[in-house]
């Protein structure tokens, strides 16, 4: 894996404004973790790496690649969230 830089993201919904200006990079073999009370950003800055939600302002590359829309950046990412993505009704073989 190549190195991931997130540069100077902010995200908002409306007039909230979750990440204001958050910069890091992860250099590849290395293990990171995220610290923050509830409601800090931990799982919108998640939500943002994989694209799963798109920053208000920002970038975040993989290496020099964007990973808005790039799927080859993209299946180098896998995150699990609590929250179900199906509704409770649906089986396994639907």
Known sequence: METLK???????????TILDDISLTIQPGKIYGLLGRNGAGKSTLLNLIVNRIL???????LGNDDINDNDAAL???YLMSEVSLYP????LKQ
């Open 88 to 91: 409770k009704h649906v089986t």
């Open 6 to 16: 997130v540069s100077q993201i902010t995200k908002k919904y409306g007039r909230q």
């Open 75 to 77: 299946t180098q990412f």
């Open 55 to 61: 920053p208000t302002n920002g970038t975040i590359k």
